[in-house]
C-alpha cells in the first residue's frame, strides 16, 4: 500500500494530529489527495496546511524586504553590521533604554517586527532567540537625572550610543532609526521608520523594549503604589491618578509637565479672562 493510500485510510483526527498541528510532512502528492478526499474533514485538514504553507511564503518575502538594508552591506564584506534603537522616550518614570544588536550575515528570525508591534508575549519569545543567534548585543541606558539635565532627545541619544559602544566586537556599520550619532565615528545610515524596515534595528527594538519592560517591573517592586510593572511609567489614567494621590518617586522625570506638576513646580492656570466682579461706587 502506497504512503497516498495511506492518507485515504488515517481517520481525520489523525491527519489534523500529524500533518496540520504536527511537524510531519505529507508524501508527495498528499496534499493535492486530501484536498480530492470525499471527507469534508480530510479536505479542512489540506486547507489548513495550505493556509500555513502561504503564511510561511509571505513571511519569507517579508523578511527578505526585511534585509534590504543589510544585504548590501554584507555583500561588500561588512559582517559586523549593527541596528540600533531606543525605548522609554515617551513615560513619566523611569531611564531610556537602548540596545544595539549585530546578527550574523544572512541570518533570517520569524517574527521580527517593529517592538510595537508585537504583543508582549511575542517579544519575550524572541528576545532569547534574538541573543542566541546574533554576533553580539549591547544595552545602553540614560538615567532619569541625565534625562532631566539635557532633555529626552539628547538623553535618547546618549543611550543609542552607550549601547552602539558596548558592542564587542565593535560594528563597522550602523543602522539606526531616523536618528544620527555624530560624536561616533562609525559609518551610519539613519532610516525613517527603521524599526519596521530593518532586521537589526526590529531585532535590537525587541531586546530593549524586553530590557526595559523588566527593568520597570523590578522598579514596581522599589516603588509600589504606581503600577509601573504594567504600564511601564507611560501615562496612563492609572498613572496620572497614583502621581496626583501619591505625589513624584525618585524615578520621575522631573523635566515632564505631569511630574513637574505633582510637585509644584508648574502653577496652576490662572483664568485670563475672568468675568468682572461687582462695581463699587
Not at 509600589?224 to 504600564?231: E, L, M, T, V
Amino acid at each position: 500500500m502506497s504512503r497516498l493510500d495511506d492518507l485515504r485510510t488515517m481517520s481525520v483526527e489523525e491527519l489534523r494530529k500529524r500533518y496540520a498541528d504536527g511537524d510531519e510532512e505529507l508524501p508527495r502528492g498528499g496534499l493535492t489527495a486530501l484536498r480530492q478526499d470525499p471527507r469534508s474533514g480530510a479536505r479542512a485538514v489540506a486547507e489548513r496546511i495550505l493556509r500555513r504553507i502561504y503564511a510561511a511564503q509571505a513571511e519569507g518575502r517579508r523578511l527578505t524586504r526585511l534585509c534590504a538594508f543589510e544585504q548590501p552591506l554584507w555583500e561588500q564584506g561588512l559582517t559586523l553590521v549593527a541596528g540600533v534603537d531606543e525605548v522609554g522616550m515617551a513615560p513619566l518614570a523611569g531611564p531610556v533604554i537602548a540596545a544595539a544588536v549585530i546578527l550574523r550575515p544572512g541570518t533570517r528570525i520569524q517574527g521580527v517586527n517593529d517592538s510595537k508591534q508585537l504583543t508582549p508575549e511575542e517579544r519575550d519569545a524572541l528576545e532569547p532567540e534574538i541573543r542566541a543567534c546574533c554576533v553580539a548585543v549591547g544595552v545602553g541606558r540614560a538615567e532619569v537625572a541625565e534625562i532631566d539635565t539635557i532633555n529626552i532627545y539628547h538623553a535618547g541619544l546618549l543611550a543609542l550610543r552607550r549601547a552602539v559602544l558596548a558592542l564587542a566586537p565593535a560594528p563597522q556599520h550602523v543602522l539606526l532609526d531616523a536618528r544620527r550619532l555624530r560624536d561616533l565615528p562609525i559609518p551610519q545610515q539613519a532610516i525613517i521608520k527603521g524599526d519596521a524596515k530593518s532586521i537589526t534595528i526590529g531585532a535590537a527594538s525587541i531586546v530593549a523594549k524586553v530590557h526595559r519592560d523588566r527593568l520597570m517591573r523590578d522598579l514596581d517592586r522599589d516603588h509600589p503604589g504606581y503600577g509601573f510593572a504594567d504600564h511601564k511609567g507611560y501615562p496612563t489614567p492609572e498613572h496620572l491618578g497614583a502621581l496626583e494621590k501619591l505625589g513624584a518617586c525618585a524615578i520621575h522625570r522631573r523635566s515632564f509637565a505631569p511630574v513637574a506638576k505633582a510637585l509644584g513646580l508648574i502653577p496652576e492656570p490662572q483664568e485670563l479672562f475672568a468675568k468682572p466682579g461687582p462695581r463699587v461706587g
